[in-house]
Each structure stands twice: as structure tokens, then as C-alpha cells.
């Protein structure tokens, strides 16, 4: 389901406080620029860096053995507010800000190492930011929280460990503490409530465990908290106070349990609201209709039970509502019909809910995210009033039947839909799908047909995963032409004949081939192997003749294959994965041999 980015929002709220306390960043362009500037000048005016500073700093540099990034390459010569990488002084020449900031998305780019504790020699020090460096490990120095200036901490997307220090609470200027995405273990210490100041508060994706501290009372200056991905447990801690400010609280992807307290339901400046895939038990209460900025709200994959209030009609300004999985029973409130008038996105999939039919609230708006899979859905798909926004489209696990003609018809932003396990009857070789379609998943239902219109050239440009397992398709498999940006083809469990052919070597990008259980023959084409991104392989159950591919030496990145059940014959090939998988995954063939199945049996030469 589309949400706004919390990192994007967390992003945001640190280069303000940056603005705030005058330090700057890289994303503030030209008044970063200028700011720099005249602290370079006013530094050089003051005879350069302080040198406790640049010995604190070259101390931090000798505790990295590697760094990729290339920041550290330029801390050279005397003047470290002069041209190193990533390094604020104030006028008087004390370092003010020290931010290192790498990708997490680029592996390629990290800083091996550990922390010095001279970084807290670094007396002026407002900002320390070193994040996206993975391989940074160890603990956090306590000689930082002797840091009377600091204002942000930011250590994200490190390898960082230990117990969260409870020092941390020893920071009286903290506004900003982000350790998100490392390995800290232990409790939330309590002198976190100690942090009056601070208006970002971001564990996420640790390994936290056990209840969350009740501190948060302290904390009025709270704007963004978010606990995420750890394996916090107990209730949901109460909010007790006005907290003007706090616009964004995830706490999912725990081990929370209890009932959603009503002080939470009493911030009124809430804007996202994210407790999902939790253990939470009991109702939405009705109190929910009083957070009138909530935008998104977030309670998937609890145990919530009871029907939707109507008071979340009052929502006004809700463009994202997700409540799947859970255990949410009929009837929807008639009150939706006429209410949350911004709705976008909207998932009540796999729930206790029996529909029977899309109700018209959703049916009838410009919604760009629709899921309703598992809702006991029945008769004809239903045709959008306003299909031009919709972009995804999750029907899946109801039982519609008919065809799929008018539903796709009129939807120009489709890029996926999920129509799997429904009883749907039609000939798949007629269908028409939408330009810049990426996902089709259409298993477990009554398709027949052939493949060419789901595979001719004009879709495998855009469709990057296709799913049409267990239905009565026919036919042989199509051509593939270059260009083909398909990640994912599953096509097992049908009637397919004809051979696998060599164009297959032209799906560069494909990660995932299934073709089990049809009818397919003749050999597997050499190319196959030449797919170096294949993760996942299922040739089983056809008549596939001949040997295994020597060129399968090349796919590294497969932690998946099946052979089993066909005819064929030779020597498995002996390289990881393929001689580590186990012998079921070559059984019942006519005589492959090689680990992990018996080796093979030298025929004698003539003559000896």
C-alpha cells in the first residue's frame, strides 16, 4: 500500500533543525553554500581549525581501516574547515557538524571500523551525523554524551551493537536522536525521557526488545517517533498530555499486544498512525473519528475483531486506511459512503468480512489502491466508476467468474492487478491488457488459451511478473524478443507443450521460472544458463530430454531448482548450488548422476 516515506519526512525535519541551529546541510543548496562559505572565511580568520579538533577528527579517521565513500580521502594538510569532506566550523574555527552520509540502497559504498571515542573531544560539536556506512560496528562512545552543544545524532544504517546506552538521556540539547537500522539489543532505557528537547525520536529496525518505557509523558516536543521493526513487547504505552506537535508514530512491525488505548486516539496533531503486524486484540474504538489530521492510518496484520466504527467517516483528511488481516467482521458502517472524502488508497483484505459485492463507496470514487482480497467477493468483476487513477488492483483469494474484458477496460495508470485463486472463465488468448501493466497474477482459476497475448511483443516491455499457474492453458511457449523486462514467469501447473525455447536467453532481468507440471519436451536450451540474475527454478514434472546445461556453472544466485521428473540424463553440474541441492530435486529422471546423487560411471575406453 502507498505510503509516504518516513525517511523522506525524517530527512525533512533534520534539515530544519539543521536551519535551526545554524549548521546546515548538503540539502540546503545555496544557503548551505553561503553559510559555509562565511564560516570558512571566518575560520581562516581565526588561523584555521582548532587543533584539539583536527587531532579529534584524524583520531575518528584511524579507527576506519576502509572507506569506500571517499570522504575521508580529503583530510589532509592543517585546516580541517577548509575542503574535508563533510566538516562544519563555526567562525571561531571549532568543528560544529560532522555529517558522512552514505546510500543504503549502494552496497558498494560503506566505511569499515568503529567509533573513536575522540569524537568526544569535539567540545562545539551540534551535529554528528555518520549514516548508510553498514560495516561501522561497535558500540556508541560515552565520551558523547559529554557533548553539551549536540543537538542531532544520527547514526542510521550502521552495523552498530550493544544495549542503547543510557547515557544517551545525558544530551540536554538532543532535538534529533536517529539509530535506525543497526543491531542494538536490550530495553528502551528510561533516561530517554530525559530528552525534553527532542522532536525525532527513531529506533527502528533494531533488535529492541521488551516493553516500551512509559516516558513519553516528558516528551512534549515530540514530532516523529517511530519504534518499527524491533521485538518490543507489551501494551501499547499510553500518551498522556497534549503533545502539539507529534505528527508521525509508527510503532509496527512488533510484538505489541493489548487494546489501542484510547489517550492515543486524543492526539489531535497525528497525521500517520502506523501499528501494524502487531498482536493487538479488541475493537477500533469509535474515538478514532477524533484525530481530524490523520492521513494514514495503519492497523494491518493484528487480531482488531468487531466491525469498522462509523465514526471513521469523520476522517477528512485519510487518503491511505489499511485494516487488513485482522479479524474485522461485517457490516461496514453506511456512514463511509458520504465520509473520508480524500481516500486513496483503501486495503480490508482477509478479514472475517463477507461483501458479496465491492460496496459503492469504493467502487464509485477515483481511488489509486484497491484491495479486497479474501472479502467473500462474488459475480461479474466489478467495472470502476473512475478507473483513469487506479494503479493497483487486489481481488485475489473471492470467487468472481466471467471474464476480464470490461474490468480492464478504461484504466490507463494499471500497473498491478492481483486476480488469482476467483473462478474466472475465459479465453486468455483475447485479452487486451492496459499499456505499462508491470504485474498480472491470474492463478487458480479457469483460463484457457495460449500465451502469445500475455507474451507477444508489445507487453514484454513494460510486465515484469506474470502468474498464471494452475489454469488449462495450451499451446506452446511464444518467442521472446529482446527488450523483455520480466522478472517473474509462472506458468506451471497447466497443459503447455512445444519446447522451451532459445529466446528464453534474451530475459536478461528474470529472477524467478516456473514451468512445472505441463507438458513441455525436448532439451533445455543452453541459454538458460546464461540468466545470471535466476534465483528460482522449477523444470519438474514434464518430459525434458538430454542433459543439464554445463553453462548452469554461471547461475550463482539460484537457492532453488527442481529437475524432478523428467527425462534426463548426465552428469549433475558439480558447482554450488547445484551439487548442494538435495536428491529430491533430481529424483525420478531417467540417469542424472553426480552430487548429490551417486557419482557417475566411467565408460571404458576400447581397447583397455
Known amino acids: 500500500m502507498r505510503t509516504v516515506p518516513r525517511r523522506v519526512a525524517a530527512v525533512l525535519f533534520l534539515m530544519q ?31 584555521g581549525c582548532a587543533e584539539a579538533d583536527r587531532i579529534a577528527l584524524l583520531s575518528f579517521k584511524a579507527k576506519i581501516s576502509k572507506d569506500t565513500s571517499g570522504n575521508l580521502d580529503s583530510w589532509t594538510g592543517t585546516n580541517c574547515c577548509e575542503d574535508w569532506e563533510g566538516v562544519q566550523c563555526g567562525p571561531s574555527g571549532r568543528v560544529t557538524g560532522l555529517m558522512l552520509q552514505g546510500s543504503v540502497e549502494d552496497g558498494g559504498v560503506y566505511m569499515t571500523g568503529t567509533l573513536s571515542p575522540s569524537l568526544g573531544d569535539l567540545r562545539f560539536l551540534e551535529v554528528l551525523a555518520i549514516s548508510g556506512m553498514k560495516h561501522i560496528t561497535g558500540t556508541i562512545p560515552d565520551s558523547l554524551f559529554k557533548l553539551p552543544r549536540l543537538a542531532q545524532l544520527v547514526l542510521e544504517y550502521n552495523s552498530l551493537q550493544g544495549v542503547l546506552p543510557p547515557g544517551l538521556g545525558q544530551l540536554p540539547s538532543l532535538q534529533a536522536l536517529s539509530l535506525t537500522g543497526n543491531r542494538f539489543r536490550g530495553q528502551i532505557p528510561p533516561s530517554l525521557g530525559n530528552l525534553r528537547n527532542v522532536g525525532q525520536l527513531n529506533l ?47 510503532l509496527s512491525n512488533n510484538q505489541l499486544s493489548g487494546q489501542i488505548p484510547i489517550s492515543l486516539l486524543s492526539l489531535r496533531s497525528i497525521s500517520a498512525l502506523s501499528l501494524s503486524h502487531n498482536l493487538l486484540t479488541g475493537e477500533i474504538p469509535d474515538q478514532i473519528g477524533n484525530l481530524k489530521s490523520l492521513a494514514q492510518l495503519q492497523l494491518a496484520g493484528n487480531r482488531i475483531s468487531g466491525p469498522i466504527p462509523a465514526s471513521l467517516s469523520k476522517l477528512t483528511n485519510l487518503w491511505s486506511l489499511n485494516l487488513s488481516r485482522n479479524e474485522l467482521s461485517n457490516p461496514l458502517p453506511s456512514s463511509l459512503s458520504q465520509g473520508i ?14 461483501l458479496g459485492s465491492i460496496p459503492g463507496w469504493i467502487v464509485n470514487r477515483p481511488l489509486y489502491d484497491v484491495r479486497l482480497a479474501g472479502c467473500k467477493l462474488g459475480g461479474n468483476l466489478p467495472v470502476f466508476a473512475k478507473p483513469d487513477s487506479l494503479s493497483y488492483v487486489d481481488l485475489s ?18 500497473s498491478d492487478v492481483k486476480l488469482g485463486s476467483n473462478r474466472l472463465s475465459f479465453d486468455l488468448s483475447g485479452i487486451k491488457l492496459p499499456d505499462g501493466l508491470h504485474s498480472l497474477d491470474l492463478h487458480s482459476n479457469r483460463l ?17 511478473a506474470i502468474d498464471v499457474t494452475n489454469n488449462q492453458l495450451s499451446g506452446a511457449i511464444p518467442e521472446f524478443g529482446e527488450g523483455s523486462s520480466l522478472k517473474v514467469l509462472n506458468i506451471g501447473s497447466n497443459r503447455i507443450t512445444g519446447q522451451i525455447p532459445a529466446s528464453i ?15 513441455i519436451s525436448g532439451t533445455i536450451p543452453p541459454g538458460l544458463g546464461q540468466l545470471g540474475n535466476l534465483q528460482w527454478l522449477d523444470l519438474s514434472i514434464n518430459a525434458l530430454t538430454g542433459r543439464i546445461p554445463s553453462s548452469f556453472v554461471g547461475l550463482r544466485l539460484v537457492h532453488h531448482a527442481n529437475f524432478r521428473a523428467n527425462r534426463l540424463c548426465g552428469q549433475i553440474p558439480q558447482v554450488r548450488p547445484f551439487n548442494i ?20 560411471r566411467r565408460i571404458s575406453e576400447p581397447g583397455r
Open 17 to 47: 533543525a539543521a536551519a535551526a541551529a545554524s549548521v546546515g546541510g548538503r540539502g540546503s543548496g545555496e544557503l548551505w553554500r553561503r553559510r559555509r562559505r562565511r564560516r570558512r572565511a571566518g575560520a581562516a580568520a581565526a588561523g
Open 204 to 250: 527502528a529496525k533494531n533488535f529492541l526488545a521488551g516493553p516500551i518505557p512509559p516516558i513519553f509523558g516528558n516528551l512534549q516536543r515530540l514530532q516523529f517517533l517511530d519504534l518499527s521493526s524491533n521485538s518490543l513487547s507489551g501494551p501499547v504505552p499510553e500518551f498522556s498530555g497534549p503533545f502539539p506537535n507529534l505528527t508521525n508514530l509508527d
Open 341 to 354: 472524502p480524500s481516500l486513496s488508497s483503501v486495503d480490508l483484505s482477509y478479514n472475517n468480512l463477507a
Open 397 to 414: 483469494d473471492n470467487s468472481f467468474t466471467g471474464g476480464i474484458s470490461s474490468f480492464l477496460a478504461n484504466m490507463p495508470s494499471l
Open 448 to 464: 484457457t488459451g495460449s500465451l502469445s497475448a500475455i507474451l507477444s511483443n508489445k507487453t514484454s516491455g513494460s510486465l515484469e
Open 505 to 519: 536467453a534474451n530475459l536478461v532481468g528474470l529472477q524467478r521460472l516456473d514451468i512445472s507440471r505441463n507438458r
Open 581 to 600: 541441492f538435495p536428491p529430491v530435486a533430481y529424483a525420478h529422471n531417467l540417469c542424472l548422476c553426480g552430487k548429490p546423487l551417486p557419482p557417475c
